[in-house]
């Protein structure tokens, strides 16, 4: 059964940091990983989707890595703002038909 | 209105009442999903429909109903529900189910069972 972990569960950093969020799953025959965004008392947004097949995929400030064979991904904010304040939820999909596996998220704090 | 939406956004309930849940999506989508999030667990997978058929029923206990009339609504009807049901109530759609296909979520309905 495919488990999926985001240590630590919040993280508070000061404007301005370049930070990394991380994430680990225990079964590494997946299909794909997304990273989405939670703000309190909404829905979630996705950020970024990486394929079984590709190694990292940039959005913005955003970049997102995978490692498949050590099942780990992470989650790189660069110079980060106030506003990317929010819980930050990793996913993984084990077929094209499968379920997203969650993780429980990291909620990030960013102080002016 | 644009994208998902829930109501009502927060809901209160005894253990006896029998309330429902309603989502609808303006994207065009053919897939919709019933997620639960609850405190301290990561979220987890309800129910699916595509094409208003029923694809993936994840082990739900019978007291969560769900029904899809089209593809543009779905409800989630609940009764006799027990305190540990209190949780936070996610819609999604896409555009089918499977592949690469995008969700997009709706802002949750927060239930508090008493």
């Known amino acids: 059964k495919q488990e999926v972990t985001q240590i630590p569960a919040a993280l508070s950093v000061p404007e301005g940091e370049n930070l990394v969020l991380n994430c680990s799953f225990t079964d590494s025959a997946i299909y794909n990983l997304q990273w989405f965004r939670q703000d309190p008392g909404k829905g979630l947004t996705s950020l970024l989707l990486?394929?079984?097949?590709?190694r990292e995929q940039t959005s913005g400030r955003l970049n997102a890595s995978l490692d498949k064979s050590s099942g780990r991904s992470t989650l790189y904010i660069a110079a980060s703002q106030p506003g990317d304040s929010a819980t930050y939820l990793c996913?993984?999909?084990?077929?094209?038909?499968?379920?997203?596996?969650f993780g429980k998220g990291i909620t990030l704090s960013v102080r002016p | 209105e644009t994208g998902v939406t829930q109501t009502p956004r927060h809901l209160v309930m005894g253990m006896t009442n029998k309330k429902s849940l309603k989502c609808e999506q303006h994207l065009g989508h053919n897939a919709m999903y019933w997620y639960k999030q609850s405190a301290k667990k990561p979220l987890e997978l309800m129910f699916v429909y595509n094409f208003k058929e029923q694809t993936e029923n994840n082990s739900v206990p019978s007291r969560f109903s769900p029904e899809c009339p089209n593809s543009s609504h779905l409800f989630l009807h609940l009764h006799t529900l027990q305190p540990e049901d209190s949780a936070l109530y996610l819609c999604a759609s896409s555009l089918s189910w499977g592949a690469d296909n995008e969700q997009f979520f709706g802002p949750g309905t927060r239930l508090t069972v008493l």
């Open positions: 996913a993984v999909k084990a077929g094209a038909n499968s379920k997203l596996t």
């Open positions: 990486i394929q079984s097949s590709q």
